[in-house]
């Protein structure tokens, strides 16, 4: 196919992939050709006769597998974004492809014995050295043969187990939706909200997005209604609960075959908690007040209801007892903001502020769907950084949530700028503006935060690039970042109504800030509980089954002292995409152990004048541009000029 994209670099600006000439054809022989390429790539620097360098054996290592990242980053952005039956049906062909190529390298025991002898002086090269030697040992490098046979059997079998919870889930979104007849039913949402929910035949259907507690249980006025949406956002993908099951009794096999008691501890050691012992001490401090938080708040919420309230009132009540008790309506904030001005005038005005990066639309460039807008980015000067891509509507095939990717990985090596995207999952109106939730804009400055940490990167190789660093602290930079959606500069710039172009009124202003503690309780229980599951999962001994996986989330949650039967965990086990369908696995605790450097960081910008370039420009240096090449905890210390403290955390949170 020598018409196929993948075969060469896009010759586009910044090498974004050229969506517009892929079609689904070209995937599978790219990926063959990549896969093939690579190992030959790989044959050759572990039989190379020259004297293991870094230069020979490390660098030549990041040179390889061109055509076979390309072809990877392109189709995982498009599965996640815009998928189709054609798409899903590759993606359960070629994962566990790509999990046996990733093992023919890692387990290539001349290529490991070559990794062994290489010595460097240079620091970066060193702390890569450090990280691949850690990979291939992680990966099994060391094992028998007959222990490194078993061990592909084991990735393989869970790399297959990923795919088919992550489709069951993308499915159960649209096959488990709320279906209305009666737009009545649909009480408390506005009129363009229910006209984007009516459907060619009539009824109203409202997708779930990923978590429990669905966005309409905060606006539906008839109770049996949310209900309904509540069952159906709890109980949807059930076969995933035998597939979660199976995936946690295999990475217990595969973490005591690599020396560990269980999966938690093997993932922990390669993060910035290190031990398991470490992460439960942070966790222990955090539970009982929580829950006695979470407690108080459901008095209250019974009393302004005035009954008994269940699971699916506490969204619905607890923005009553906002009301009444700070006279706020969340709702009333949403004409203050439409996407774009929130993006142009907030997201961008607060980087230009801090950084003195620019943002002009690219029209030229487009995405692999209509809604993508590109945007290119410049330095103060004038100097070109990266491009930015953003993707904001919610689709039936695009999976839930919000996330950043990297289309380009920063690098030296190959003379790369960053191309970075951002995914929401807004709800696209049938027409007029696009009003956001606070929620929703708090959520577009957190990825932007995740985008600043890869279009700042300045490192050498693509391993350690952008946001290349360990899973418990990559949350960090772009949770500081959501403090600038409050800032009164920044607020004051973008929260202008979309009509009539007047200012949030700034009573507003200071009701949302009084009420920005209130439901702290919930939300931190909600959270600590799918930690805490996740946790519970991946602790199994090696040779443990779960019979009952249902049982077995609730016995769970009541050892961990966190079941409150009114707050349901974030994300229950059939619908736990972090950890078995991601990166996040033993590691959903990650997003708590960052805000403790979050919270650390907000207080160090308010403390030296908050929104000033000189704020920017340090925080830049000492951490955004650093991705992975340092020890992340050094770079902290370097930025903060001390140790992390818990309490800030604490202070934030309502819990000290």
Known sequence: ???????????????????????????????????????????????????????????????????????????????A??????????????????????????????LWAR??????DVPEESWLLEKYRDDFIRAGADLSEPDQARLRELNEELSKLSTEFAQSLLKA????????????????????????????????????????NQPGLAQLTDRDVRRRLYEL???????????AATMAALRAQRAALLGFPNHAAYSVTDQTAKTVEAVEQMLGQLVGPAVRNARKEAEELAEQAGFAIEPWDWSYYSEKVRQARYDFDGAAMRPYFELNRVYRDGVFFAATKLYGITFTERPDLSGYHPDVTVFEVFEEDGGRLGLFVLDPYARENKRGGAWMNNLVDQSFLFGLRPVVMNNLNVTKPASGPTLLTYDEVNTAFHEFGHALHGLFSQVRYPRVSGTSVPRDFVEYPSQVNEMWATWPEVLANYAKHYETGEPMPAELVEKLKAAEKFNQGFQTVEYLAATLLDWAWHKLEPGE??????????????????????????????YFAHIFAGGYSAGYYSYIWSEVLDAESVEWFKENGGLTRANGDHFRRELLSLGGSLDPLTAFRNFRGREPSIRPLLSRRGLD
């Open 1 to 79: 196919m020598a018409e196929n994209p993948f075969f060469a670099p896009s010759d586009l600006p910044y090498q974004l992939p050229p969506f517009g000439d892929v079609r689904e054809e070209h995937y599978l022989p790219a990926f063959e050709s990549g896969m093939a390429e690579q190992l030959a790539e790989v044959d050759a620097i572990a039989n190379n006769p020259e004297p293991p360098t870094f230069e020979n054996t490390i660098a030549a290592l990041e040179r390889s597998g061109r055509i076979l990242d390309r072809t990877a980053t392109v189709f995982f952005s498009v599965a």
């Open 81 to 110: 974004s815009n998928s189709s039956d054609g798409i899903m049906a590759i993606e359960k062909e070629v994962s566990p492809q790509l999990t046996r190529h990733s093992d023919a390298i890692r387990l290539n025991r001349a």
């Open 115 to 120: 990794i062994k002898q290489v010595t460097t």
């Open 173 to 212: 979104s649209t096959e488990s939706a709320l279906v209305v007849t009666d737009p009545k039913e649909l009480d408390g949402f506005d009129e363009a909200k229910i006209e984007s929910l009516r459907k060619d035949d009539g009824t109203y259907v409202l997708p779930l997005l990923n978590f429990t």
């Open 233 to 243: 956002s709890v109980g949807r993908a059930p076969g995933n609960f035998a597939i």
């Open 545 to 574: 089954t779960v019979a009952d996986p249902e049982a077995f989330e609730a016995i769970a949650l009541e050892a961990a002292q966190i079941a409150f039967p009114l707050v349901r965990p974030r994300y229950r086990t059939n």
